[in-house]
T-cell receptor, first 115, second 109 residues
Framework: DVKVTQSSRYLVKRTGEKVFLECVQDMDHENMFWYRQDPGLGLRLIYFSYDVKMKEKGDIPEGYSVSREKKERFSLILESASTNQTSMYLC??????????????FGNGTRLTVT | GQNIDQPTEMTATEGAIVQINCTYQTSGFNGLFWYQQHAGEAPTFLSYNVLDGLEEKGRFSSFLSRSKGYSYLLLKELQMKDSASYLCAASDSNYQLIWGAGTKLIIKP
């Protein structure tokens, strides 16, 4: 079974702090994704990566950056946390070259609160 | 624009059958995913429909009509553990996944 592990389940940070969310997958998947999940909204894609050191903006990249130095690890960085970034953050991975037609394997999420 | 609609919440009785609908409007269309998400947990993949028709997987079935922009997830012999949110997502021809907001399914004894 694919395992996608997010380093923290809950985080509380202050406005203006730099925040790192870490995600590791153990199945050698090419593609990795960061989503945020907010009540009443569908999942929104922040950034994705289809290979080491490659990254692409999703639908809502503003205020975020990512890093993929190793194939198994995809980090999401909030450069200067703001209260509107309080959310559930979900990391996902998928195999192969097809970014949207392969099932995603999700981590359990990090619930981030920015005060 | 691109849009996916599904009911916000549904209630059903243990042992019964429930159908969760999903309608979509996308720029081109490749396929339709269903995921299950228990509270506080990761979404997990249930099904992926590309062709019209019904695909059955045990107690769960998923249906797609490409011409109508419509899909449903059918859950039979409901169990308490089926209480969860069910997310539908459509992949479009621009290699994007469009997500619905999810349907919270409440199962009552």
């Amino acid at each position: 079974d694919v395992k996608v592990t997010q380093s923290s389940r809950y985080l509380v940070k202050r406005t203006g702090e730099k925040v790192f969310l870490e995600c590791v997958q153990d199945m050698d998947h090419e593609n990795m994704f960061w989503y945020r999940q907010d009540p009443g909204l569908g999942l929104r894609l922040i950034y994705f990566s289809y290979d080491v050191k490659m990254k692409e903006k999703g639908d809502i990249p503003e205020g975020y950056s990512v890093s993929r130095e190793k194939k198994e690890r995809f980090s999401l960085i909030l450069e200067s946390a703001s209260t509107n970034q309080t959310s559930m953050y979900l990391c996902a991975s998928s195999p192969g070259e097809d970014l949207v037609n392969s099932p995603l394997h999700f981590g359990n999420g990090t619930r981030l609160t920015v005060t | 624009g691109q849009n996916i609609d599904q009911p916000t919440e549904m209630t059903a009785t243990e042992g019964a059958i429930v159908q969760i609908n999903c309608t979509y409007q996308t720029s081109g269309f490749n396929g339709l995913f269903w995921y299950q998400q228990h509270a506080g947990e990761a979404p997990t993949f249930l099904s992926y429909n590309v062709l019209d028709g019904l695909e059955e997987k045990g107690r769960f079935s998923s249906f797609l009509s490409r011409s109508k922009g419509y899909s449903y997830l059918l859950l039979k012999e409901l169990q308490m553990k089926d209480s969860a949110s069910y997310l539908c997502a459509a992949s479009d021809s621009n290699y994007q996944l469009i997500w619905g907001a999810g349907t919270k399914l409440i199962i009552k004894p």
